[in-house]
């Protein structure tokens, strides 16, 4: 088992920065960040791979978002820079302990509670 929570959210402007974290209760085996506005799909962000350090992004914010992490803390962070209006959503860390990693589905066994990004034009 592994408690995720997040912080970090919060309003900003468009062309604006936020830095979401999330602290894991022990390691991973890896985790990502999704979104969700009400009344559409859950959007997967993006993921890292604790070993390694992989990530992946999703097309809508390569470029914009870099997803990393610090290993002796247990903590993966989102910086997001050059926010938009459709970025604002409610956003939750993700996690799963062993392979696979199946944030590649969209699914993961472990969330957290979520952190609320807002975007104003």
């Known amino acids: 088992q592994v408690q995720l929570v997040e912080s970090g959210g919060g309003s900003v402007q468009a062309g604006g920065s936020l830095r979401l974290s999330c602290v894991a209760s022990r390691d991973t085996y890896c985790m990502g960040w999704f979104r969700q506005v009400p009344g559409k799909e859950r959007e997967g962000v993006a993921r890292?791979?604790?070993?390694?350090?992989?990530?992946f992004y999703a097309d809508s914010v390569k470029g914009r978002f870099t997803i990393s992490q610090d290993n002796a803390k247990n903590t993966v962070y989102l910086q997001m820079n050059s926010l938009k209006a459709e970025d604002a959503a409610m956003y939750y860390c993700?996690?799963?302990?062993?392979?696979?990693?199946?944030?590649?589905?969209?699914?993961?066994?472990?969330w957290g509670q979520g952190t609320q990004v807002t975007v104003s034009s």
């Open positions: 890292i791979y604790r070993e390694g350090g992989a990530t």
């Open positions: 993700a996690a799963d302990l062993t392979r696979p990693c199946r944030l590649v589905d969209g699914r993961a066994g472990y």
